[in-house]
Structure formats: C-alpha cells, structure tokens
Nanobody, 123 residues
Framework: QVQLVESGGGLVQTGDSLRISCVGS????????MGWFRQAPGKEREFVAV????????KYADSVKGRFTISRNNAGKRVLLQMDSLKPEDTAVYYC????????????????WGQGTQVTVSS
C-alpha cells in the first residue's frame, strides 16, 4: 500500500483560499485514481473531488464545484486541492485517498488513506 501524508490545513476566514497537499510514498500512485474526501464533526465522510490517473478527468461534489480544483503530479507523487471562496460549511478534516484504476467517487473503493488535515473556516 502507498502511504499518504496530507499537509496545508489551517484556520482561514470566509472567502479566503487555501491549498492542501498530499504526498505519497511506496506503493502504486500514478496508475490509480486519487481523491479528496472530508468529514465534518458529527457527519459521515463525504466525497469532495477525484482525479483520473493522468489528470485528464476530474469530478467534484456539487457543493465545491467552481470553487475547488484538484490536480496531481505523478512524478512527485503529489495531489493538490486548491480551495477558493471558502465557506464555514467547508470546515472539516480533509483526507487524501488512493482509489482504483478507473475513476470513481465511491469511497468504498479507495484503499489507502492519509491521516487527514484540519481545515477550519471562520465566519
């Protein structure tokens, strides 16, 4: 399995931007879908964004579409999530995860997860 480590979270204000990063080590990275998920207190983990193996296809949750951008650098085993126009409802722990060969948003098909990075948006 690949080890994933997220970084870049923090406390920001409504309307601010933040970029969080995920770096992988070991295992397979470039041949897998990669995704970002989030979990707010008292809520289930939810899909945020996924990106295909070569970065050519991206999918976003409706709640973040137009505000968040996912990207990847396979040579550096890195996945980024650029978050703009942040809202208080974006507050959550954000997780990076490795998915299957084909692009999917199904959380159950992601087999390696990072420890998460906290993003807090104040109103």
């Amino acid at each position: 399995q690949v080890q994933l480590v997220e970084s870049g979270g923090g406390l920001v204000q409504t309307g601010d931007s933040l970029r969080i990063s995920c770096v992988g080590s070991g295992g397979t990275f470039s041949e897998r879908t990669m995704g970002w998920f989030r979990q707010a207190p008292g809520k289930e983990r939810e899909f945020v964004a996924v990106i295909s193996r070569n970065g050519g296809t991206k999918k976003y949750a409706d709640s973040v579409k137009g505000r968040f951008t996912i990207s990847r650098n396979n040579a550096g085993k890195r996945v980024l999530l650029q978050m703009d126009s942040l809202k208080p409802e974006d507050t959550a722990v954000y997780y990076c995860a490795r998915g299957p060969w084909g692009i999917t948003t199904d959380t159950r098909l992601f087999d390696s997860w990072g420890q998460g990075t906290q993003v807090t948006v104040s109103s």
